[in-house]
């Protein structure tokens, strides 16, 4: 065997690890939060700590991972979303994606409170997902199919609501949150519409909203 093919077979071997590891990672922290000890990660990964702490020296780098693979998936509903023809279809396509993820993940919520560099990242995640969420929103008031008064800042309230939802009935009725979710949309529907009394939060007072709930 040459030289160069034993590099390419290590190669492939440190980058399965590392996939194996994160996998790992996802599951426990999804299921358990993110106080999971990395030695049950890599227990659960069938590796070694040597081979952890090669590829994620801290336990922070580890989380930092998972979360970079849990918004990609964030990214990707609201792609979907943009390109769905109908943007009721997109919008509703985005919400169910999105809280499905939250409840299949428990450690999503831990990870976004954490550190404030954590926070900078969910800004940049929120930074691409913004656009394509405008689109779709005002794609839904082009086609008459979402209220009027609806605005992409009305879209945390629906996430804070739906997670406190998903966190108190998790261990009871782990779907209810379908319920939840089909109770807002038939309220967010053109033809169900009445005039909000007050308007939605600006982007500061959303800014000041959650670094008061992190706290």
Same mark, same amino acid.
């Given at each position: 065997?040459?030289? =160069?093919? $034993?590099?390419?077979?290590?190669? =492939?071997?440190?980058?399965?690890?590392?996939?194996?590891? *994160?996998? =790992?990672?996802?599951?426990?922290? =999804?299921?358990?939060? +993110?106080?999971?000890?990395?030695?049950? +990660?890599?227990?659960?990964?069938?590796?070694?700590?040597?081979?952890? #702490?090669?590829?994620?020296?801290?336990?922070?780098? %580890?989380?930092?991972? +998972?979360?970079?693979?849990?918004? /990609?998936? *964030?990214?990707?509903?609201?792609?979907?979303?943009?390109?769905?023809?109908?943007?009721?279809?997109?919008?509703?396509?985005? &919400?169910?994606? !999105?809280?499905?993820?939250?409840?299949?993940?428990?450690?999503?919520?831990?990870?976004?409170?954490?550190?404030?560099?954590?926070?900078?990242?969910?800004? /940049?995640?929120?930074?691409?997902?913004?656009?394509?969420?405008?689109?779709?929103?005002? $794609? /839904?008031?082009?086609?008459?199919?979402?209220?009027?008064?609806?605005?992409?800042?009305?879209?945390? %309230? *629906?996430?804070?609501?739906?997670?406190? +939802?998903?966190?108190?009935? /998790?261990? *009871?009725?782990?779907? #209810?949150?379908?319920?939840?979710?089909? &109770?807002?949309?038939?309220? %967010?529907?053109?033809?169900?519409?009445?005039? %909000?009394?007050?308007?939605?939060?600006?982007?500061?007072? &959303?800014?000041?909203?959650?670094?008061?709930? !992190?706290?």
């Amino acid at each position: 065997m040459t030289t =160069s093919v $034993r590099t390419k077979e290590l190669r =492939s071997d440190a980058r399965r690890n590392r996939e194996r590891l *994160i996998a =790992s990672a996802r599951e426990l922290f =999804s299921s358990q939060g +993110v106080e999971v000890p990395v030695e049950e +990660v890599t227990h659960h990964a069938g590796l070694g700590m040597g081979t952890l #702490y090669r590829h994620f020296p801290t336990k922070e780098e %580890l989380i930092d991972a +998972v979360l970079e693979d849990a918004f /990609a998936g *964030i990214v990707t509903l609201a792609e979907r979303a943009a390109a769905e023809q109908d943007a009721w279809t997109g919008f509703a396509g985005f &919400l169910e994606g !999105a809280l499905s993820l939250h409840a299949k993940n428990r450690g999503l919520r831990d990870i976004l409170a954490m550190r404030e560099h954590r926070a900078r990242r969910a800004e /940049a995640m929120r930074a691409r997902i913004r656009p394509l969420l405008n689109r779709v929103i005002e $794609r /839904a008031h082009e086609q008459g199919t979402l209220r009027p008064d609806f605005t992409a800042d009305d879209l945390p %309230l *629906i996430f804070w609501t739906a997670g406190r +939802v998903i966190e108190t009935t /998790a261990a *009871i009725a782990p779907d #209810y949150w379908r319920r939840y979710l089909a &109770l807002i949309l038939d309220g %967010l529907r053109a033809d169900a519409a009445t005039p %909000l009394p007050v308007p939605p939060l600006t982007r500061a007072q &959303l800014a000041r909203t959650t670094v008061r709930r !992190a706290g």
